[in-house]
């Protein structure tokens, strides 16, 4: 399926994200030809992710009917968490606030909403790496 959205990690710039239209997400670093890690939306097609400019382990992505909020540190399995889109709304855009614990997320209906997140952890640039050597010490087993 379609890719819908990369984007580089800011904590680690050989590591990135990539979406698409199966649902799925990818976590890829640069030297790898296969992802590293691979994630499901349970919501359709992801159309945009963002990593936290905060936290080196979460990220958000959105599909039409909802916004998903990632940490590595909690789950590969599942969001920790998600914000349904208002009835008749699609959400088209994703962003961080840089500043404070936000996200701001457009929709198809031109408007753009400030979500304030909470019990997020303080990561830091180093946990990235630590998520990534314990799943690639998984894949071994």
Known sequence: CPVNCITW????PDVFLSCSSDSTIQLWKQDCL????SFTSNHGAVRELRWSPKQATVFGAVNDG???????????????????AAPGLKI???????????VVVG??????????????????QGDLL???HCSASSKEL
């Not at 296969?34 to 890690?37: A, K, Q």
């Open 9 to 12: 990690c800011p904590h680690h």
């Open 34 to 37: 296969s992802p590293l890690l």
């Open 130 to 132: 630590k998520v990534l």
């Open 66 to 84: 909802q916004i998903e909020i990632w940490d590595l540190n909690s789950s590969f399995l599942d969001p920790v968490i998600v914000q349904p």
């Open 107 to 124: 929709d198809s209906c031109g408007q753009v909403t400030v979500y304030q997140l909470h019990n997020l952890p303080v990561g830091g």
């Open 92 to 102: 088209t855009s994703l962003l961080f606030a840089s500043l404070t614990d936000c």
